[in-house]
Nanobody, 122 residues
Framework: QVQLVESGGGLVQAGGSLTLSCAAS????????MAWFRQAPGKDREFVAV????????DYGDSVKGRFTISRDNGKNTVYLQMGSLKPEDTAVYSC???????????????WGQGTQVTVSS
């Protein structure tokens, strides 16, 4: 069982930046693809970004391309989401997820974190 713990959420003004972290409990972290999702009140969960186990491949949802960057440090069992040029519509609970590969983690993640709130004020 992999435990994922997100941190770094908070309140930020539009145009600002924020970096989220997701720490994994297990040493085999580097074998898992990792992804970030978000869910705003009354809306469906939305894919944000994914990174392969080695970190060599990334992909982003259309709404965040060019503004967000996903990265990972396998030595620290941690994945990051750097968010820039934030907009009020980025307000949501952001959750990280782990899966066997970059495709599977987007469809059916094996593990979820508890989520962290990001609020962007206008």
């Amino acid at each position: 069982q992999v435990q994922l713990v997100e941190s770094g959420g908070g309140l930020v003004q539009a145009g600002g930046s924020l970096t989220l972290s997701c720490a994994a409990s297990e040493r085999s972290f580097s074998t898992n693809a990792m992804a970030w999702f978000r869910q705003a009140p009354g809306k469906d969960r939305e894919f944000v970004a994914v990174i392969s186990g080695s970190g060599s491949r990334t992909d982003y949802g259309d709404s965040v391309k060019g503004r967000f960057t996903i990265s990972r440090d396998n030595g620290k069992n941690t994945v990051y989401l750097q968010m820039g040029s934030l907009k009020p519509e980025d307000t949501a609970v952001y959750s990280c997820a782990a899966g066997s590969n970059s495709v599977a983690v987007r469809i059916r993640p094996r593990y979820w974190g508890q989520g962290t709130q990001v609020t962007v004020s206008s």
